[in-house]
């Protein structure tokens, strides 16, 4: 018998129940005892729904106020000094999260970092060289207790001790040797006493996320691997363990696992399914093998056929009693259910499955592999059907799109001169040494949103808010004329979101209303969903960009997202390579900039913010998709004349690893963050003699700060060290969007002016 399992639930609840309660607990309009009882309320609704649905192994320890890592970072007492004088507990735990300021106190919060290749964000554990580890059970003890007593048995999930050591960071200052693996033979005895634990509670299965399996790891953590198993797997005999592998193939690291006695392991077989093979080869027979059939990260259905086919093969050689079925990760990056959709198409709809339809899916799974077809027959007739119609749907293929596709050559990928020739075309621009610009939106204040929100509730009609619109894009540009930007920009305030503004405009995507997914904390976001074959029935920007530039003689930037920012920051189709929907973008988005170029716009920007976070996460897969991300940046960007001023934006912070895909981009202009990590990252524009202009983020808008001429200069001058100055812009780090109008009124004064002034000591 194959078991239905789940490694994790999306811990919002139906209608972000729990974003609103810690929202309010912060605010103080709930009290602890509110929290507490409300959250217990969502995790036994959750347990309830995965246990009616069928599902065997259910998780537990997959909730967080916050997020699982900083919730081990408790558990363990890896609490880093600067918070050790609060009140333990809630005020501790989220002051790690958020920082905390109040009477006295002030203090910032940890590090958050992206999860692996995903938008979910984790708060960094910070661990010294004699770091003490004290174990607090509680949260992962109450849990397993609390689904117990409403009957219902789970399986725990932590985060194994190699994963969860990897992901931390050494506290600043600390010895440049200091490596937190270091660490693990000190913690390992806490990790058992927590099995023990569990085990003296009741558990017989624990999930142990292991998650670093599927990067490259170095030969000698095997070692490592191999004593903190041999450790954990003796605890309990009653207690067995699951390996959970997710986001990769787990490739040669196998050999970790192989030699330790666990009892289960589970792989992605929707990112790797190629690893299947391999691993049936390799599984030791003592071992359990969890198929990771249903996608975790996306809102399709399953395709049923395909997944018993390959859960079969599984069978065929390890037999039905060391075969689990389950996501092919945590659901925790999936919305909640597709039952709260009622603006979605019904056609569309029907190919949609959010985490609790992804539950009976592998339920249904499970059942025809146990007992055959009898039971759920209306269940795969139904799956069928869908699943052939969206194979077919016309909606989704679009004959003039894929004629264009092929349609595509060479010369669509480069710009017709190198950069030195356009550079001395676009002096018809005629801008200044040190050109200043911004990066593209300026604030979206309140009233900006109430103004659009009127408008969807159909409170004022489109001329009204076109006319709100414009007056704003006037007054920011009269305010950037009055300090002396050199590039305007028109400043975003008819966009919502710099990828759902186009998502809307372009034929190929739908939005859900209610498909929220945790980005970080109490933040979630609702990813536009592309279905089919994208394309741009109209302009899109064009008109508010034209009337923008008849305001002003100076040159106005046109902006828009680039296809690889649009493709990251959406649910994508998976029944074609993300490739292919990526140059389908970049096509619709290069028409966007003819059009722009036609309409007399000379400086157009396409920003990739998310380039880098699209890489995969094996080093030898990168190649292949940095040359298909800079392939569809290229055809995007190069339909112009050469006195056409490109620009991209880019907003992360190590660029050493990817500057020579940056360089083949050759963007006319790139603009990025850099102010919040020093300039040393510079150094990548400097060794690799980066030859187009850049414009290094002169101050940092993630903060009101305003900050000072004084400041300005040096960091101007700093930059100046390592990049010649006739490639120099001077630019914010990032669009002025969450800022208020106040901070950004002054900092960029003090900006501009500090420009001038770098000009009249050139001039003379
Ligand atoms: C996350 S990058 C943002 C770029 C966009 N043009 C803006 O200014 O908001
Ligand atoms: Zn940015």
């Given at each position: 018998m194959v078991i239905s399992t789940n490694l994790g639930f999306p811990r919002m609840g139906a209608n972000r129940e729990l974003k609103r309660l810690v929202e309010n607990f912060w605010s103080g309009k709930v009290d602890e005892n509110a929290l507490l009882s409300g959250s217990k309320k969502i995790r036994e609704e959750h347990w309830s729904l995965q246990k009616k649905a069928g599902l065997e192994h259910i998780p537990s320890n997959d909730f967080s106020f916050y997020d699982q890592v900083v919730d081990h970072s408790y558990a363990f007492g890896v609490i880093p000094a600067r918070y050790k004088n609060l009140h333990p507990g809630l005020e501790t735990y989220f002051a790690m999260c958020r920082g905390l300021q109040k009477a006295e106190v002030d203090v910032p919060a940890c590090e958050m970092k992206k999860w692996f290749d995903t938008n979910y964000h984790y708060i960094v554990p910070e661990f010294e060289p004699n770091q003490q580890f004290t174990l607090n059970p509680a949260k992962i003890l109450d849990e397993f207790k609390e689904a117990k007593d409403i009957g219902i048995q789970t399986r725990p999930v932590i985060l194994g001790p190699i994963s969860y050591l990897l992901l931390g960071k050494p506290i600043r200052g600390a010895p440049h040797?200091?490596?937190?693996?270091?660490?693990?033979?000190?913690?390992?005895?806490?990790?058992?006493?927590?099995?023990?634990?569990?085990?003296?509670?009741?558990?017989?299965?624990?999930?142990v996320d292991e998650p670093f399996l599927v990067t490259d790891l170095s030969s000698n953590l095997k070692k490592e691997y191999s004593s903190a198993y041999n450790a954990l797997t003796k605890v309990s005999p009653q207690l067995k363990i699951l390996i959970a592998t997710y986001f990769e193939r787990i490739g040669t690291n196998i050999d970790f696992v192989i030699n330790t006695p666990i009892s289960a392991i589970h792989i992605d077989l929707v990112r790797a399914p190629g690893q299947l093979e391999t691993i049936l080869k390799s599984i030791p027979s003592t071992v359990s093998l969890s198929l990771g059939l249903i996608n975790g990260r996306n809102i399709w259905k399953a395709n049923f056929d395909a997944a018993l086919t390959t859960a079969q093969k599984a069978i065929d050689t390890l037999g039905s009693e060391r075969v689990f079925i389950a996501p092919s990760c945590s659901l925790l990056h999936t919305p909640h259910s597709v039952q709260a959709e009622k603006k979605i198409d019904p056609e569309i709809l029907d190919w949609l499955s959010f985490a609790t339809e992804k539950i009976k899916e592998i339920v249904t799974i499970s059942k025809v592999l146990n007992d055959g077809?009898?039971?759920?027959?209306?269940?795969?007739?139904?799956?069928?059907?869908?699943?052939?119609?969206?194979?077919?749907?016309?909606?989704?293929?679009?004959?003039?799109?894929?004629?264009?596709?092929?349609?595509?050559?060479?010369d669509m990928f480069k710009r017709k001169l190198p950069f030195r020739e356009r550079q001395k075309?676009?002096?018809?621009?005629?801008?200044?040494?040190?050109?200043?610009?911004?990066?593209?939106?300026?604030?979206?204040?309140?009233?900006?949103?109430?103004?659009?929100?009127?408008?969807?509730?159909?409170?004022?009609?489109?001329?009204?808010?076109?006319?709100?619109?414009?007056?704003?894009?006037?007054?920011?540009?009269?305010?950037?004329?009055?300090?002396?930007?050199?590039?305007?920009?028109?400043?975003?305030?008819?966009?919502?979101?710099?990828?759902?503004?186009?998502?809307?405009?372009?034929?190929?995507?739908?939005?859900?209303?209610?498909?929220?997914v945790q980005s970080y904390g109490s933040r979630c976001i609702k990813p536009p969903i592309i279905f089919g074959d994208v394309f741009r029935p109209k302009p899109m920007t064009v008109d508010v960009i034209k009337y923008a530039q008849s305001l002003t003689k100076k040159p106005l930037k046109g902006m828009l997202t680039g296809p690889v920012t649009m493709l990251q920051w959406s649910f994508v189709?998976?029944?074609?390579?993300?490739?292919?929907?990526?140059?389908?973008?970049?096509?619709?988005?290069?028409?966007?900039?003819?059009?722009?170029?036609?309409?007399?716009?000379?400086?157009?920007?396409?920003?990739?913010?998310?380039?880098?976070?699209?890489?995969?996460?094996?080093?030898?897969?990168?190649?292949?998709?940095?040359?298909?991300?800079?392939?569809?940046?290229?055809?995007?960007?190069?339909?112009?004349?050469?006195?056409?001023?490109?620009?991209?934006?880019?907003?992360?912070?190590?660029?050493?690893?990817?500057?020579?895909?940056i360089q083949r981009m050759d963007a006319d202009v790139i603009t990025i963050e850099n102010s919040r990590s020093d300039l040393k990252l510079l150094n990548a524009f400097e060794k690799h003699e980066y030859t187009n202009e850049i414009g290094p983020g002169l101050y940092d808008i993630h903060s009101p700060r305003v900050p000072s001429k004084e400041e300005l200069k040096a960091r101007l001058q700093e930059i100046l060290k390592y990049i010649s100055k006739d490639l120099i812009w001077v630019n914010p780090d990032c669009g002025l969007k969450t800022r208020g109008w106040a901070e950004v009124e002054s900092a960029l004064k003090n900006m501009t002016d500090v420009a001038k002034e770098f000009r009249s000591i050139e001039a003379k």
């Amino acid at each position: 018998m194959v078991i239905s399992t789940n490694l994790g639930f999306p811990r919002m609840g139906a209608n972000r129940e729990l974003k609103r309660l810690v929202e309010n607990f912060w605010s103080g309009k709930v009290d602890e005892n509110a929290l507490l009882s409300g959250s217990k309320k969502i995790r036994e609704e959750h347990w309830s729904l995965q246990k009616k649905a069928g599902l065997e192994h259910i998780p537990s320890n997959d909730f967080s106020f916050y997020d699982q890592v900083v919730d081990h970072s408790y558990a363990f007492g890896v609490i880093p000094a600067r918070y050790k004088n609060l009140h333990p507990g809630l005020e501790t735990y989220f002051a790690m999260c958020r920082g905390l300021q109040k009477a006295e106190v002030d203090v910032p919060a940890c590090e958050m970092k992206k999860w692996f290749d995903t938008n979910y964000h984790y708060i960094v554990p910070e661990f010294e060289p004699n770091q003490q580890f004290t174990l607090n059970p509680a949260k992962i003890l109450d849990e397993f207790k609390e689904a117990k007593d409403i009957g219902i048995q789970t399986r725990p999930v932590i985060l194994g001790p190699i994963s969860y050591l990897l992901l931390g960071k050494p506290i600043r200052g600390a010895p440049h040797e200091f490596e937190p693996i270091q660490l693990l033979s000190k913690l390992l005895p806490l990790y058992e006493e927590l099995l023990s634990k569990l085990a003296g509670a009741g558990a017989t299965w624990i999930q142990v996320d292991e998650p670093f399996l599927v990067t490259d790891l170095s030969s000698n953590l095997k070692k490592e691997y191999s004593s903190a198993y041999n450790a954990l797997t003796k605890v309990s005999p009653q207690l067995k363990i699951l390996i959970a592998t997710y986001f990769e193939r787990i490739g040669t690291n196998i050999d970790f696992v192989i030699n330790t006695p666990i009892s289960a392991i589970h792989i992605d077989l929707v990112r790797a399914p190629g690893q299947l093979e391999t691993i049936l080869k390799s599984i030791p027979s003592t071992v359990s093998l969890s198929l990771g059939l249903i996608n975790g990260r996306n809102i399709w259905k399953a395709n049923f056929d395909a997944a018993l086919t390959t859960a079969q093969k599984a069978i065929d050689t390890l037999g039905s009693e060391r075969v689990f079925i389950a996501p092919s990760c945590s659901l925790l990056h999936t919305p909640h259910s597709v039952q709260a959709e009622k603006k979605i198409d019904p056609e569309i709809l029907d190919w949609l499955s959010f985490a609790t339809e992804k539950i009976k899916e592998i339920v249904t799974i499970s059942k025809v592999l146990n007992d055959g077809n009898q039971s759920v027959q209306s269940e795969i007739d139904a799956n069928r059907k869908s699943v052939q119609n969206r194979k077919t749907s016309p909606r989704i293929h679009n004959a003039v799109v894929q004629e264009k596709m092929k349609t595509l050559n060479p010369d669509m990928f480069k710009r017709k001169l190198p950069f030195r020739e356009r550079q001395k075309q676009q002096q018809k621009l005629g801008l200044p040494s040190f050109p200043t610009t911004t990066v593209g939106s300026f604030p979206q204040t309140k009233e900006v949103r109430a103004v659009r929100a009127k408008l969807k509730k159909g409170e004022i009609d489109q001329a009204g808010y076109d006319d709100f619109v414009n007056k704003e894009i006037e007054k920011c540009i009269r305010f950037q004329e009055k300090i002396g930007i050199d590039v305007l920009v028109h400043g975003e305030f008819e966009r919502n979101d710099m990828v759902e503004f186009f998502g809307e405009n372009l034929e190929g995507y739908v939005f859900s209303g209610n498909g929220w997914v945790q980005s970080y904390g109490s933040r979630c976001i609702k990813p536009p969903i592309i279905f089919g074959d994208v394309f741009r029935p109209k302009p899109m920007t064009v008109d508010v960009i034209k009337y923008a530039q008849s305001l002003t003689k100076k040159p106005l930037k046109g902006m828009l997202t680039g296809p690889v920012t649009m493709l990251q920051w959406s649910f994508v189709r998976d029944d074609q390579p993300r490739k292919d929907t990526t140059f389908q973008l970049a096509l619709a988005i290069r028409e966007e900039v003819h059009d722009l170029e036609a309409a007399g716009i000379s400086v157009i920007q396409i920003d990739e913010p998310a380039i880098r976070e699209g890489l995969p996460l094996r080093k030898e897969d990168w190649n292949e998709y940095l040359n298909w991300a800079v392939d569809a940046f290229l055809l995007s960007s190069t339909g112009v004349d050469s006195s056409t001023q490109i620009h991209t934006h880019m907003c992360y912070s190590d660029f050493n690893d990817i500057i020579e895909s940056i360089q083949r981009m050759d963007a006319d202009v790139i603009t990025i963050e850099n102010s919040r990590s020093d300039l040393k990252l510079l150094n990548a524009f400097e060794k690799h003699e980066y030859t187009n202009e850049i414009g290094p983020g002169l101050y940092d808008i993630h903060s009101p700060r305003v900050p000072s001429k004084e400041e300005l200069k040096a960091r101007l001058q700093e930059i100046l060290k390592y990049i010649s100055k006739d490639l120099i812009w001077v630019n914010p780090d990032c669009g002025l969007k969450t800022r208020g109008w106040a901070e950004v009124e002054s900092a960029l004064k003090n900006m501009t002016d500090v420009a001038k002034e770098f000009r009249s000591i050139e001039a003379k």
